[in-house]
């Protein structure tokens, strides 16, 4: 095994090339970091490719910081971190004039200003676009070209086995190098999880060891662990898992967050919020509206509501898909809608019609998917773990900003903001000597006053066997099928996906721990992959099983009502926002440490 040591300093490793991980690296290196990016496959390929909705931000005149706080702890069920919203909204317009100032283009109207965007839970049509439906890719195309050409050192194809632990502090990471993936299956080859590239003759890599003084998790979600995912087949929970081993703290894994519309024939295909934003509805097979039965904002609704209105209709009519209609907006005529919807969403259009749909003509089947994961590796205001050298930054990272449920076209602006946050101080940190670390967390109370931060929301780890606390025990008899990533998929979808209950859950329980005691040794890349996602699911099964409310993306039909729906939710959701307006400044917050904004 080969150990590469960082000369100079302080050193940081950036473990994923997402908006988070690029723009950490960015500002690391600006500040004198020596910097290192290792990413799982090459430099261009990560979730933020792929987000189509936008990026939230309060950029025009008429826009309250206010109503952006509001509408991310409504989307939250009362479970955000308000400090880090707050962090979110008032620092969130400077990225994104960062963003601008390194290339990415933005959509603007005749007049030369934003075009705005509505998606649901927004109570103003803050969301930027580029390219209509390919914000993501703009903005990747953007942070690569700019890191390339800075002192960032990349390592492609490299993936992350573990953290380096020395003496209690994280000190580097070991990788496997150069490992060239075999074709994926058929399930796998869609326009999502398909798409990296990752193809080729089966051809084991090298493994090595890369010290530095700090480790930054960017590695994105874990959206592998479901039979239906929006995500890339990247995403498989490699940071989340690493953190547990290393006994970084881990919460509220039970929030995993299902999108409404994916294409409900052929590969998997995410059909952006913002298509509903501009008009469409959501019908069952006999032309009824019928989001309007869950929610009085109907297809603009939380997200977990309409996935949930979605599976509810689509059981009632024996699992057929709803529609997804869009034949009504912007025209009465069919071949203007039709140059409407190219030009507004190209990316969809195009794979809308690659299935055969005319959807300025006719409704498109569509149906829930996993699509985002809230909780992560526990941080503070600057991505600062547990463990000290170790910081978590974008999906992996639980900042407290996503609460229960994700506010739409949050997700990028986040991994910008915090991502930014994290590469400034490293440096500052390595420098002190101490490196300080999240140790008292800003968790609210939840709906009954009492302080989450004493709910552990995953089992306890202890290290040598790396076995779980908590999680129910082999039960004999329990049968099932053997272990592959296929069953493990098969079996969240089943009874830890959209809708829970307690003995879905203990099923799942139970199986997972059966698996778990198996003696498998990992050697491919895929190997490792699939040990990470049994351990993700395990921390995510028990953490399911432990919150015994419905609360945002997380929903037990075995419970009572959903908290953040009634009038005394959305009372205190309102006091929060005068609280963090009207406070002195909280000492992880940006006021207490200022930054220029960005000029565009």
């Not at 430099?43 to 490719?49: F, I, P």
Request: aromatic share 4%; glycine share 10%; charged share 25%.
């Amino acid at each position: 095994m080969t150990v590469h040591e960082t000369e100079g300093g302080p050193g940081a490793i950036v473990v994923g090339s997402g908006i988070a991980g690029l723009l950490t690296a960015l500002h690391a290196v600006e500040h004198g970091c020596r910097v290192t990016l290792v990413t799982k496959d090459v430099l261009e390929h990560a979730n933020t490719r792929f987000a189509q909705g936008g990026i939230a931000g309060v950029m025009f005149d008429d826009d309250r910081a206010d109503d952006h706080v509001r509408d991310t702890l409504v989307a939250g069920a009362g479970l955000s971190d308000p400090a880090a919203v707050r962090v979110l909204v008032d620092e969130g317009p400077a990225r994104i004039r960062e963003l601008i100032a390194l290339g990415v283009a933005f959509d603007r109207d005749d007049t030369g200003g934003f075009v705005k965007g509505l998606e649901a839970a927004h109570s103003y049509p803050r969301i930027l676009h580029a390219g209509g439906d390919a914000t993501g890719t703009a903005i990747e195309k953007a942070l690569v070209a700019r890191l390339r050409a800075s002192d960032v050192a990349v390592i492609e194809h490299a993936f992350l086995v573990d953290l380096v632990v020395t003496d209690g502090r994280v000190s580097g990471v070991e990788l496997i190098v150069g490992e060239t993936i075999p074709t994926p299956s058929p399930r796998t080859a869609g326009a999502l999880r398909g798409a990296s590239g990752r193809v080729g003759p089966a051809d084991a890599g090298r493994r090595e060891i890369v010290t530095a003084d700090a480790v930054v998790l960017a590695t994105g979600g874990a959206g592998e662990l479901y039979a239906h995912s929006t995500n890339p087949e990247v995403a498989t929970g490699d940071g989340i898992a690493a953190a547990i081993r290393a006994g970084a703290d881990v919460r509220d894994l039970e929030f995993f967050q299902f999108h409404p519309t994916i294409i409900g024939t052929g590969d998997s295909f995410l059909v952006s919020e913002a298509v509903r934003g501009e008009g469409a509805t959501l019908i069952d097979e006999h032309a009824r509206r019928f989001a309007f039965d869950a929610h009085p904002d109907g297809e603009l609704a939380p997200r977990d509501v309409v996935a949930r209105a979605i599976a509810r209709q689509m059981e009632l009519q024996g699992g057929r898909p709803v529609f997804l209609d869009a034949t009504h907006i912007h025209s009465e005529d069919a071949a203007e809608r039709a140059a409407f919807l190219a030009r507004r969403f190209p990316t969809i259009d195009r794979a809308v019609r690659e299935r055969g749909l005319d959807w300025a003509r006719e409704p498109i089947p569509v149906t829930p998917a996993a699509h985002y994961l809230m909780g992560g590796v526990g941080t503070d205001l600057f991505g600062r773990t547990t463990l000290p050298g170790l910081y978590a930054v974008g999906e992996v990272a639980r900042t407290g900003v996503h609460g229960a449920n994700r506010l739409a076209s949050n997700s990028l602006l986040e991994g910008a903001v915090f991502g930014a946050r994290a590469g400034d101080v490293i440096a500052e940190d390595a420098a002190s000597g101490s490196w300080p670390t999240f140790a008292t967390p800003h968790f609210p109370a939840d709906r009954n006053g009492s302080p989450v931060a004493k709910r552990r929301s995953a089992p306890q780890v202890v290290t040598g066997e790396q076995q779980s606390i908590g999680m129910p025990q082999p039960t004999a008899g329990v049968e099932g099928p053997a272990f592959s990533r296929a069953a493990l998929q098969e079996l969240l979808w089943a009874d830890a996906g959209l809708v829970r209950d307690e003995a879905g859950l203990g099923h799942a329980a139970s199986v997972i721990s059966t698996w778990r005691v198996q003696q498998r040794t990992p050697v491919t890349e895929h190997d490792f992959e699939d040990e990470n996602l049994l351990l993700v699911a395990e921390h995510l099964v028990a953490a399911a099983l432990a919150r015994r409310e419905s609360v945002g993306a997380h929903f037990r039909s075995d419970a009572g009502a959903v908290a953040g729906e009634t009038p005394r939710d959305r009372d205190a959701i309102d006091a929060e926002v005068v609280r963090t307006t009207a406070s002195d400044p909280d000492p992880w917050s940006s006021a207490a440490h200022p930054k220029e904004p960005v000029a565009c």
